[in-house]
T-cell receptor, first 116, second 111 residues
Framework: GAVVSQHPSRVICKSGTSVKIECRSL??????MFWYRQFPKQSLMLMAT?????????EQGVEKDKFLINHASLTLSTLTVTSAHPEDSSFYIC????????????FGPGTRLTVT | EDKVVQSPLSLVVHEGDTVTLNCSYE??????LLWYKQEKKAPTFLFML????IEKKSGRLSSILDKKELFSILNITATQTGDSAIYLC???????????FGPGTRLSVLP
């Protein structure tokens, strides 16, 4: 089956520092990965679409310079939260299309970020 | 603008009950609709529906899509406490684009 991993699963950082979250497709290649953010008791909100070898496509209202996305290979995308603030504390989830567009997405386990 | 609406938003039942969760959508160039179950962490995939009238079934869960009326239902029979979760519906519009998620239905199954 399609497996997506995320690392770390939980991170606490101080305000003003940067945090990198990795998303890997373990047993398939993903030309496209997606990054979501989820606040407590709310649904998933798409932040950006990560495309291997090209720039990410950000959703309206998401700051490109704050949430840096790098899709370095067909199995790895990274999200870096730069100069983190307490309001960036959230649950960040990545997903990848298994078998390409039109097929189901498989989600990573998520990363809980707490900024103090 | 693509939109997904789920109802009810919250539901409390007792073990053994049967529940029906609803998902209606408005999307340009519909491609597929997916159901996910989310417990404490990231969502897990349940079903993907692309054709009307064809029921997908997995154990006590089943789902069907009506592309004419633009909705889908997820049925859970003989509910168990382990079914307690948020059930998310998502639709994909234009080919290759991301899914749009509904707000989810929070199901609580009491012993």
């Amino acid at each position: 089956g399609a497996v997506v991993s995320q690392h770390p699963s939980r991170v606490i950082c101080k305000s003003g520092t940067s945090v990198k979250i990795e998303c890997r497709s373990l047993d398939f290649q993903a030309t496209t990965m997606f990054w979501y953010r989820q606040f407590p008791k709310q649904s998933l909100m798409l932040m950006a679409t990560s495309n291997e070898g090209s720039k990410a496509t950000y959703e309206q209202g998401v700051e490109k310079d704050k949430f840096l996305i790098n899709h370095a290979s067909l199995t790895l995308s990274t999200l870096t939260v730069t100069s983190a603030h307490p309001e960036d504390s959230s649950f960040y989830i990545c997903s990848a299309n298994y078998r390409g567009p039109g097929y189901e997405q498989y989600f990573g386990p998520g990363t809980r970020l707490t900024v103090t | 603008e693509d939109k997904v609406v789920q109802s009810p938003l919250s539901l409390v039942v007792h073990e053994g009950d049967t529940v029906t969760l609803n998902c209606s959508y408005e999307v340009t160039n519909f491609r597929s609709l997916l159901w996910y179950k989310q417990e404490k962490k990231a969502p897990t995939f349940l079903f993907m529906l692309t054709s009307s009238g064809i029921e997908k079934k997995s154990g006590r869960l089943s789902s069907i899509l009506d592309k004419k009326e633009l909705f889908s239902i997820l049925n859970i029979t003989a509910t168990q406490t382990g079914d307690s979760a948020i059930y998310l519906c998502a639709v994909r519009g234009n080919y290759g684009q991301n899914f749009v998620f509904g707000p989810g239905t929070r199901l609580s199954v009491l012993p």
